[in-house]
């Protein structure tokens, strides 16, 4: 499948501000799974891309001149082979059976993956766990906060793909499995979960796996990545910080569609 996306963010300020710094993880790389056809970024200047220590590529954009407003954009075309269902690479896994502030496990998350898993360690074992997780905590647009943690999430039994992907990691951690955290765009003809997206992977069988706990998806068949990492944090497309402003307003338009004679699907979110 080849998949068409354009991306748009723009921030809006109250107040000018003085000076500003994004994180840009919002361009893929080839791997066994996808082929980058073509891809550019729009920006209000220049941005020489560089490699982070996770393998994503990033673009570091600094505004150094006092601005209101920042629109940041993204397109291009990538090839998905939707039949591989696992990604080999060089790199140790190791780091990634490291604990975050937003992946740390309590002793209830600890109990329910271990319950699930039942000593298992194996890709039906987190087949099982990505069903149970779905079903323990479920998708509720505007229940968490992008800094809400997967002990948070989890004892509220409500949150987004980013939370579902934050209990994931906690749990297969807690079992001794190296997994990580996924950003980027899945396409899908159901509006209620598209665009957008954040899923987990899993060092199984010296691959990585996908598991898609929001839709119970672990083949990603639809899903183009674009950066990953420990959570959130290390693999979020867009993240800044800024001096003055005051409070921002940030709007969001994907669209996300096969190249392909198909209707075309679109989200736009609006954040305040």
């Not at 560089?50 to 600094?62: K, M, R, S, Y």
């Not at 074992?125 to 647009?141: R, S």
């Not at 505007?142 to 994931?168: I, K, L, N, P, Y």
Request: with cysteine.
């Amino acid at each position: 499948m080849r998949l068409s996306v354009s991306h748009e963010t723009t921030y809006h300020y109250e107040d000018q501000v003085r000076a500003s710094i994004q994180y840009l993880r919002l361009t893929p790389h080839d791997s066994e799974r996808q082929q980058v056809l073509s891809w550019q970024l729009t920006l209000p200047r220049p941005v020489r891309a560089q490699v982070d220590p996770f393998g994503n590529i990033l673009h570091v954009l600094t505004m150094d001149e006092p601005h209101e407003a920042i629109i940041i954009g993204a397109r291009g075309q990538v090839e998905i082979d939707e039949k591989r269902e696992a990604e080999h690479e060089s790199q140790s896994p190791l780091p990634f059976l490291r604990f975050t502030r937003l992946t740390e496990p309590d002793e209830a998350i600890r109990a329910f993956a271990a319950k699930q898993c039942r000593k298992r360690k194996d890709r039906s074992a987190l087949i099982d766990l990505m069903h149970a997780l779905n079903q323990h905590i479920t998708y509720t647009p505007g229940s968490t906060e992008v800094d809400t943690s997967a002990v948070q999430a989890f004892a509220g039994r409500a949150g987004v793909c980013q939370d579902h992907t934050h209990a994931f990691l906690a749990c297969a951690r807690s079992l001794g499995i190296p997994a990580r955290y996924a950003s980027g765009y899945l396409y899908s003809e159901d509006s209620e979960h598209l665009a957008s997206h954040a899923w987990a992977e899993a060092w199984i069988d010296d691959a990585w796996y996908s598991f898609d706990v929001t839709n119970e998806l672990a083949i990603p068949e639809r899903h183009l990545k674009l950066a990953v990492g420990l959570d959130y944090l290390d693999a979020c497309p867009v993240r800044g910080m800024r001096r003055g402003g005051g409070s921002e307003q940030m709007h969001a338009k994907v669209l996300v569609s096969p190249m392909v004679d198909a209707p075309k699907i679109m989200m736009q979110a609006q954040h305040q």
